[in-house]
């Protein structure tokens, strides 16, 4: 073992070993893997070992497919036998909302990419799976890219086909410390002190302590997995083919076969966790004692749905640790405030995306930024808030349990809640505020009567006439939004004004004005749709969205200047939006300003009832509109003061499921629908905010792609011919039979009384008029690309004209 390394990857698991092989790959030789005992000791051995490549989030899923790929690619390299299985698999529905969740999510795999699956009725699925009964199910989906490897072997490939790039591995070498330099990191171990410039967290079961030896609290826990390994059965013996990766839904079991039997794992409703600080350091091949006990209602299902399990016996046992992050993705990239310092941990599917994570991360560490969009497992996506004990055995537990269990998209999961609650929650929710949560702070969807509750479903939810209500209250006098849920980055110094210049491509705007502001990365993809306001006495302001502090502050921090200080005040400064065409006159009640004079874009300090407030003249409903900023303290008191100036000109509070209404008429688009890290400017039609005469980051991308011949894709506006049901996101757009683009983000629009929806289409798909199809909860619906913003398209009601 040398005494420098350029990187140090902790953790001889999957997840390292990809990692290692990724750097070695991309042209980083001068690596290191450091293993505490043997390579897979941890999880590692004792998974299932299954890939498939179907996943609701597309980014992850198309890394999934990548590691699918790269399996054959790493055994063929390393001449390590991986014990590839590709059988197929099927996902079996048992109820009838499960079944049209079903249809729904074969229509959102086309539209990501993956084709090669199919829906199939139960006579077909049993025909795939001889073992399985058919009995009670409605239908499935087939895979054909599903499989199992040999776990073991596919660790020891990763890190051959590493080590033959010229990565080195030494296992029983144990990091006992870590210790930020200047320059990077001293390793500590037990075979000595390692100095390097990036250091790598894949310690898997370990990844809290290895976290907590760089001062770093990550959310992650384990909890104990049970799975068995049938004797042999008869039935499979008469087979000529295996029978395929199998998961029944309703039943909380997957199931694959092993040699002449099977094995059936199951994620139990009563869910256990172990080892909440990391695991003790001398585990690594140890098993739990079975708990039968625990998991015998599940047991029953599977024997049930698996007949041929109750004439044989149970030849293997295995209750091991895995670790999980709060929503079941992978924590990755680069921690704030610790440079060089790198996550890849809470992998729990390590054999389906490690290949995905070494690719990601590498890219990430070589290139500054990963190919895809990764936020869904980027690290950043948390912050302090989920650095709490409670918070994380909650939100793990509440994830390994609903495992198989059904979420709706209008359904609202109970678990580290509530956490952060502004000011005016308790007025609000005596108000009839229902609650959603978005980075550990709760935010209004919409507000309902006494006893209302909503009805989980696919379709549209029975609050549709309450948000219905809102939008109509919006659009024709006033509505009242808590916009604590908006992120805010004070910006000052003698260097704010050039470093603001230098990361946002917008023009900046002018004193007591705000300005709409793309910000990219170096390779032209947005890192933000942010608005800026200049409040003219040498202090600034970026907003944006609330879930990415954490993100934007690890960017801000990357690319910081000199004489600039950024301070994330969205905890301590909140405030409520007025929209609509009595916006003015409720401000006018409520302040001796001359607040009429104040232009759209507008932005300046006023007294609003006994209280001094930052205001800025927008609105993301479409309509004349004001936000208002005051400290958390100041909440209740600035509710208080607009409902009661507002109850005179027909105010009405509305939450976040009004505004989606509101905006999609608007042709507004937000972050992680329209814009994302994975787009550009000109994809996104955020180009035009951008200043083409003056240097920031990204220029150069971003003008070698408007020299050219533009994007293949770009942002509309469709019409859908839809009934009972509107698009969400992600159901595939078709031409013909063709696919030519799929939805980013679709709702009902109250007021055009049409379904609406935005999404990406080919170039020559994107003219007004043209007459497209969709699938909306699996039913395929008309579609036609109409002119941008059907409401108001000349802006005269945002401006007050």
């Not at 049938?230 to 990766?245: A, G, H, K, N, R």
């Not at 869910?271 to 140890?286: K, Q, R, V």
């Not at 007591?512 to 409040?535: E, Y």
């Not at 507002?646 to 939450?655: F, T, V």
Request: aromatic letters at 10%; hydrophobic letters at 40%; glycine letters at 12%.
């Amino acid at each position: 073992m040398k005494s420098h390394y350029r990187v140090v990857v902790i953790g001889g698991g999957v997840v390292g070993a990809s990692v290692l092989y990724h750097l070695a790959k991309f042209g980083w030789d001068d690596v290191c893997l450091l293993e505490r005992s043997i390579l897979t000791a941890g999880s590692s051995w004792h998974a299932a070992g299954g890939i498939h490549a179907l996943n609701a989030d597309p980014n992850i899923a198309a890394l999934q497919a990548y590691t699918i790929d790269l399996l054959p690619e790493i055994e063929k390299e390393s001449g390590q036998s991986i014990g590839l299985h590709m059988t197929g698999g099927l996902t079996m529905a048992g109820t009838p909302d499960r079944w049209e969740w079903l249809q729904s999510a074969y229509r959102t795999f086309q539209s990501i990419g993956i084709e090669d699956c199919r829906l199939v009725t139960p006579e077909e699925a049993h025909e795939l799976c001889p073992i399985m009964s058919p009995d009670g199910l409605l239908g499935g989906m087939w895979a054909d890219r599903e499989g199992y490897v040999d776990t073991t072997g596919t660790v020891q490939a990763y890190a051959i086909a590493a080590k033959k790039r010229g990565a080195s591995v030494f296992e029983h070498t144990k990091v006992e410390a870590l210790e930020q330099t200047k320059d990077g990191w001293r390793v500590i171990t037990d075979k000595g002190v390692v100095t390097c410039e990036h250091v790598v967290n894949a310690g898997g079961l370990w990844a809290k302590q290895l976290g907590r030896m760089a001062g770093i609290e990550l959310p992650v826990a384990p909890l104990k997995h049970h799975y068995l390994i049938s004797d042999t059965i008869p039935q499979l013996e008469e087979l000529d083919f295996e029978v395929p990766m199998t998961v029944d839904l309703e039943g909380f079991t997957y199931l694959r076969q092993d040699q002449k039997g099977v094995l059936l794992g199951i994620y139990e409703i009563d869910h256990e966790h172990w080892a909440l600080d990391g695991a003790p350091w001398d585990y690594g091949m140890e098993l739990f004692q079975e708990q039968t006990d625990r998991i015998e209602n599940e047991l029953i299902l599977g024997f049930e749905r698996y007949p041929a399990l109750q004439e044989v016996g149970v030849k293997t046992w295995v209750n091991g640790a895995f670790t999980f992050s709060p929503d079941g993705n992978p924590l990755v990239g680069p921690v704030r405030g610790k440079p060089g310092y790198w996550c890849a941990c809470a992998v729990m599917a390590g054999f389906l995306q490690g290949g995905g994570v070494g690719k990601s991360l590498a890219e990430w560490m070589i290139h500054g930024e990963p190919e895809a969009d990764v936020f869904g497992m980027d690290v950043a996506r948390y912050g302090k808030f989920a650095e709490n004990r409670q918070f994380i055995r909650e939100t793990t537990g509440q994830f390994y349990t609903r495992r198989f269990v059904m979420t709706y998209p209008n359904e609202q999961l109970p678990a580290g809640r509530p956490l952060k609650k502004a000011s005016a929650y308790d007025a609000m929710s005596a108000a009839g505020a229902r609650w959603g949560a978005s980075y550990g702070l709760e935010m209004p969807l919409y507000f309902a009567p006494e006893g209302f509750e909503e009805t989980p479903t696919l379709k549209r939810s029975n609050a549709f006439d309450l948000v219905a209500a809102e939008c109509k209250a919006t659009r024709e006098a006033a509505g009242l939004l808590d916009i604590s849920g908006f992120s805010r980055f004070e910006v000052s110094g003698p260097g704010a004004e050039a470093w603001l210049d230098r990361i946002m491509a917008s023009k900046l705007p002018k004193p007591g004005r705000a300005k709409l502001a793309p910000m990219l990365s170096p390779t032209g993809k947005l890192k933000g749709d942010l608005t800026v306001f200049n409040w003219g006495d040498g202090t600034w302001w970026i907003m944006g969205s609330y879930y990415l502090r954490e993100w934007h502050m690890r960017w801000f921090d990357d690319h910081m200047d000199d004489g600039v200080t950024v301070t994330d005040i969205a905890d301590a400064t909140v405030g409520f939006s007025v929209s609509g065409p009595n916006a003015c006159k409720i401000m006018e009640a409520v302040t001796q300003d001359d607040i009429a004079t104040l232009p759209f874009m507008g932005c300046g300090t006023f007294d609003i009832g006994m209280l001094r407030c930052k205001v800025g003249r927008l609105s993301v409903a479409g309509e004349l509109g004001y936000e208002i900023h005051c400290s958390a303290a100041e909440h209740i008191t600035l509710r208080e003061t607009l409902l009661a100036a507002g109850a005179a000109h027909g105010i009405k509070e509305i939450g976040f499921n009004a505004l989606l209404s509101l905006r999609l008429e608007k042709s507004f688009g937000i972050w992680s629908a329209e814009f994302t890290q994975g787009y550009t400017a000109a994809q996104t039609g955020m180009d035009r905010w951008i200043d083409w005469s003056k240097d920031f980051v990204g220029k150069a991308a971003a003008e070698a792609e408007r020299a050219g011949s533009g994007p293949a894709q770009v942002l509309v506006t469709l019409e859908v011919d839809a009934k009972d049901a509107d698009a969400s996101g992600y159901e595939p757009i078709w031409r013909d039979g063709e696919k030519v683009g799929f939805v980013t983000s679709g709702g009902y629009g109250h007021t055009t009384g049409k379904s609406l929806a935005m999404g990406m289409v080919n170039q020559n798909c994107a003219a007004e008029g043209t007459e497209l199809t969709m699938h909306v909860v699996g039913v395929e619906r008309g579609a036609t690309v109409i002119a941008a913003s059907p409401y108001d398209p000349a802006g005269n009601a945002m401006r007050g004209t």
